[in-house]
């Protein structure tokens, strides 16, 4: 069974930033795509950002030029730093497979507010 955690939210005005953190236990790490989702009250998940086994990124549009993922495979850990955040940013931010999902994990809260 695959355990996934991830780190790093919080309360931040708008135009700040957070970098979220996850780490995975799965063997083979770096043979998985990975990605971040987010989903925020009352809404469906959605599919935040994207990151292959080779490196190739791809981002949910209204996050474009925002936020940038990022791998470390020594560390089976996936990261997500996120800048100039917004309001409608508010959600609980997940780290999975980007096509095998494993179990979810609890998420982190990010809270965008003045």
């Known amino acids: 069974q695959v355990q996934v955690v991830e780190s790093g939210g919080g309360l931040v005005q708008p135009g700040g930033s957070l970098r979220l953190s996850c780490t995975a236990s799965?063997?083979?790490?770096?043979?998985?795509?990975l990605a971040w989702y987010r989903q925020a009250p009352g809404k469906q998940r959605e599919l935040v950002a994207v990151?292959?086994?080779?490196?190739?990124?791809n981002y949910l549009d209204s996050v474009k030029g925002r936020f940038t993922i990022s791998r470390n495979n020594a560390k089976n850990a996936v990261y997500l730093q996120m800048n100039s955040l917004k309001p409608e940013d508010t959600a609980v931010y997940y780290c999975?497979?980007?096509?095998?999902?494993?179990?979810w994990g609890q998420g982190t809260q990010v809270t965008v507010s003045s």
């Open positions: 990151v292959t086994r080779i490196g190739s990124t």
């Open positions: 999975n497979g980007q096509s095998t999902i494993w179990d």
């Open positions: 799965v063997t083979s790490f770096s043979l998985y795509g």
